[in-house]
């Protein structure tokens, strides 16, 4: 191979390294680079299916990156992420027959076969091995960094000493993605061991980051320098020629060694170039042909050769050799991976969720029921003395006392009753003190105790690193929950308002849900994301919105929304102890609104478990959060009044979802009402009719079978929520809705 590229004049950088790293530096680049010139050939020819994004002309920042790190270190990596999980791959193999199976893992995973790294789940742009330190790639641009703040995070947490680099393009630059997390992880935790590596290309997509080649395109930013944008965050920032692997391990070496003394984090640019159009069918239209040519004279390889050749340390046959070992590598990969099996289809849905041990889940289910049992008679006397108090139908939806009748009950059962944000309040502090992993971050979560209450007293007892109040990020806050959560943790996320959930959607689906099966199954996340919506306090639709049914139909993700404060206090504990990603969702107006009685023993209520609030034989109500308190008001006046016996069944948790509970109670009344705060279009009751409808039973029949009336659902209509309280009273289910549905199907 001819030499064209040349080395720095009197750089002597050459000689501090031994020749064996020098050596493997060279073949791993060579590696990385005939991967990827494999890759081209083989998505040219259909064999390697759906997009791939190829990292040549990169090799030398991922190689002189991972070059500064130990086994006890990380990265994250982007859709341009071959050349990341090579690197990383070869830090850990200690033979060549190790070295030979990862780049045969990594090409059998971009083909689709089961023996890739992730089982062909994943494929090019998802592609990971987070058993050995590289926690995923993403497709989606800059979603990886908020990942690398909460694994940086988590290793603050366990004092580990490990470092993450995370490694991502100029065109995440520009996302909000990288400026919050940049922020956040600048501020939270001091000396945050995470280093941004900013792979600076020129170009994002077809966009030039600044400079230009051909006038007439678009730029994307008028700093020429991204290093600059760590000044903006207070945080250190270097420069490097990523085309020099030496210059790169130099400065990241150096980002590292501050992050372990507890400087970080720190961000590093490589300027470097890609020799590929963005993907096979990018015309590269934004570039010249004569800015490649020029770029390929300082190829990475030909560069770090010339420097070998020239110090004296390697001869041209032994570097000669060392490119015809790589290539036998990368050829081998090609075979086996094509003589891989597909997954076979009916492991579709296997690591998409963490199971339950079913003996656990059967004990813990006996426990809550005969716990239960002792719960139900005091929240049907709180609910009866708060009706006689109101003294009018539907003056006591949500079961609130006076001091004095809360004092007697208290007496009178020998249990506290509490309000709904005190119990989950009660389950924070539980389960921080039984488990360090668990803490709680978000928006004024800490000195000012939550928005609502539910986070009171815990900055008080475990201090400003456990309770984590972060600046409003909603996107970086909900990805360094799921970052945090793969590294061993158990971060409680909240969300002030559910609404916010939609700006930290990108992290939360794409990451939180995703991750476990993209990556094969081989990772957890155990993260619960907290949040609260719903009508009721006339702050229109940003502050008010029943989002469930956007997070009920993300696979990956459960979904609880408990109505009452016993329930409030089990469920969280149950989500916080669960290795899946939970949405916890609460009503605003159950927080002060609604009291009960809350154990103080530990005690979990079993996720998709559902709850009879009320049994009855005539008529099926179906209703969960908020509504289960109009349906009960609706249901205790039918039956006192008119003789009718509702059965009110709260399901607690909407996914997993206990049809089973719901439908025989379809087969034994034939009539259902289903009630959702949330929009009738699409909405969660849909879901739930759809399952009842489809629940086999033990006989061959179906619920549809059992059913001797048409449903009816009673749902929020279809408009933004409005302000004002008579619009907003209107836009919702009532419960003159319930009882005139019942009688409808009584008749």
Known sequence: MAVTAKAKKGDDRIYQEPKEKLLDYLRTMYEIRFFEEKVYDLVRSRQIKGASHLYAGQEAVAVGAVASLTRNDMITSTHRGHGHCGAIGNLWCDTEE???????????????????YCRGRGGSMHIADVERGNLGATGIVGGNIPIAVGAALAESFKQSGAVVLCFF????????????????????????????????????????????????????????????????????????????????????????????????PVLVEARTYRYFGHSLSDQQRYRTKEELEEYRQRDPILLLRHRLLEAGIATEAEMDAIA???RQTIDEAERFAKASPLPPAVELFEGLYVPKDPIEFAREREREEALRARIRPIEDEIRRIARE??????????????????????????????????????????????????????????????AYA??????????????????????AIAGAGAGAAMRGMRPIVEFQYV???????????????????????????????????????????????????????????????????????????????????????????LYSGVMGPVPDEDYV???????????????????????????????????EQEGIRCEVIDPRTLHPLDVATIANSVRKTGRVILMSEGWT??????????????????????????????????????????MSELLEDASIPSREDVITAVHALCQ
């Open 605 to 639: 209520i079993p996720l998709g478990v559902a709850d009879i609030k009320k049994p009855g034989e005539d008529v099926t109500i179906v209703a969960y959060s908020r509504m289960v308190h109009v349906a009960l008001d609706a249901a205790w006046d039918l039956e």
């Open 389 to 450: 108090q109101a003294g009018t139908p539907g003056g006591a939806i949500m079961p609130k006392l006076k001091k004095e009748d809360v004092q007697q009950l208290e007496e009178k059962y020998g249990m506290p009753i509490k309000y709904y944000n005190e119990a989950l309040a009660q389950a924070h502090a539980e389960e921080m003190r039984r488990d360090w992993r668990v803490f709680v971050i978000g928006e004024d979560v800490g000195l000012y105790g939550g």
């Open 98 to 116: 190790e070295r030979q199976q990862h780049w045969n893992k990594m090409l059998a995973e971009l083909m689709g076969r089961e023996t890739g």
């Open 169 to 264: 393009g100029d065109g995440a630059a520009n996302t909000g993605s990288f400026h919050e997390s940049l922020n956040l992880a600048a501020v939270t935790h001091d000396g945050l061991p995470v280093v941004f590596i900013c792979e600076n290309n020129l170009y994002a997509m077809s966009m030039p980051w600044h400079d230009r080649s051909v006038p007439e395109a678009p730029y994307a930013s008028r700093v020429r320098d991204v290093v600059r944008r760590a000044e903006a965050y207070g945080i250190p920032g270097f420069q490097c020629n990523g085309m020099d692997v030496l210059d790169v391990k130099e400065k990241v070496s150096q980002a590292v060694q501050m992050c372990r003394e507890g400087k970080g």
């Open 324 to 326: 015809v070992k790589a």
């Open 681 to 722: 279009k699409n909405g969660v009751a849909n879901e739930f009719l759809r399952q009842i409808l489809e629940y086999r039973f033990e006989n061959g029949y179906s619920g549809w079978d059992y059913l001797d009336r048409q449903p009816i659902i009673l749902a929020a209509k279809d408009v933004p929520v409005p």
């Open 454 to 475: 539910a986070t009171r007293g815990l900055w008080d007892e475990f201090g400003g690193r456990r309770v984590i109040d972060t600046p409003i990020s909603e996107l």
């Open 499 to 589: 609404d916010f959930t939609t700006l930290g959607s990108d992290q939360i689906l794409h990451n939180a849900a995703y991750n476990r099966y993209m990556f094969g199954g081989k990772t957890k996340v155990p993260v619960v994301y907290r949040s609260q919506g719903g009508v009721g306090r006339c702050i229109a639709a940003h502050h008010s919105e029943s989002m469930e049914a956007w997070w009920l139909y993300v696979p990956g993700l459960y979904l609880v929304m408990p109505s009452t404060p016993y329930d409030a206090k089990g469920l969280l504990k149950a989500a916080v102890r669960d290795d899946n990603p939970i949405m916890f969702l609460e009503h605003k107006l």
